[in-house]
């Protein structure tokens, strides 16, 4: 059974500095890997998403990279901003049985706080 | 702009009752999911339907049930057979690359 752990549960850090935020998984055998972002009180917004065939997206001042052998990924944030305070979420798709890819199993996130 | 409407954002549930949760899409996706989330467990997929008139249960499915009779709308019934239903509910689509979510139901037990 896959699963997924986020490290750390929680970070603070202060406005302007960079950070990494780490997710691994068990099953290496994945269809792809999704960052998300959620607010309090809301819904779940993409971040990246990196085929299991990529090793690296990018978008703004966030990069997500992907070690499939290893069952590692982190997404890096630039600069960070106050803006940036929410909970982030690992989340791996798999293959499920006859091929098909249903299957999105969570970390349970790291709740990240930057300080102004 | 597409995406995924879910309603209403709050709902309050008294014991012994069945509440029906929408999820509405417009993205033309064939797969649709619902999850639950509640504090320090993360997400745990409830059902899900690949296809319209096709469903199946994920990990946590007791208590609750599905339709799924239109492409565009896969609504959730929290039955009075599930014992703790407070929780934020969120339904997703996906298409072969990434998931798109809602913006969550609330559901409270009174």
């Known amino acids: 059974k896959q699963e997924v752990t986020q490290i750390p549960a929680a970070l603070s850090v202060p406005e302007g500095e960079n950070l990494v935020l780490n997710c691994s998984f068990t099953?290496?055998?994945?269809?792809?890997l999704q960052w998300f972002r959620q607010d309090p009180g809301k819904g779940l917004t993409s971040l990246l998403l990196?085929?299991?065939s990529q090793r690296e997206q990018t978008s703004g001042r966030l990069n997500a990279s992907l070690d499939k052998s290893s069952g590692r990924s982190t997404l890096y944030i630039a600069a960070s901003q106050p803006g940036d305070s929410a909970t982030y979420l690992c989340?791996?798709?798999?293959w499920g049985s006859g091929g098909s890819n249903y299957k999105l199993t969570f970390g349970k996130g790291t709740l990240l706080t930057v300080n102004p | 702009d597409g995406g995924i409407t879910q309603s209403p954002k709050y709902l309050f549930r008294k014991e012994g009752q069945n509440v029906t949760l929408s999820c509405e899409q417009n993205?033309?996706?064939?797969?649709m999911y619902w999850y639950r989330q509640d504090p320090g467990q993360g997400l745990r997929l409830i059902y899900y339907s690949q296809i319209v008139n096709d469903f199946q249960k994920g990990d946590i499915a007791e208590g609750y049930s599905v339709s799924r009779e239109k492409k565009e709308s896969f609504p959730l019934t929290v039955t009075s057979a599930q014992k703790n239903p407070t929780a934020f509910y969120l339904c997703?689509?996906?298409?072969?690359?990434?998931?798109?979510f809602g913006s969550g139901t609330r559901l409270t037990v009174v």
């Open positions: 993205l033309n996706h064939d797969a």
């Open positions: 997703a689509s996906s298409m072969p690359g990434g998931y798109t």
């Open positions: 989340a791996v798709r798999e």
């Open positions: 099953d290496s055998a994945i269809y792809n």
């Open positions: 990196i085929q299991s």
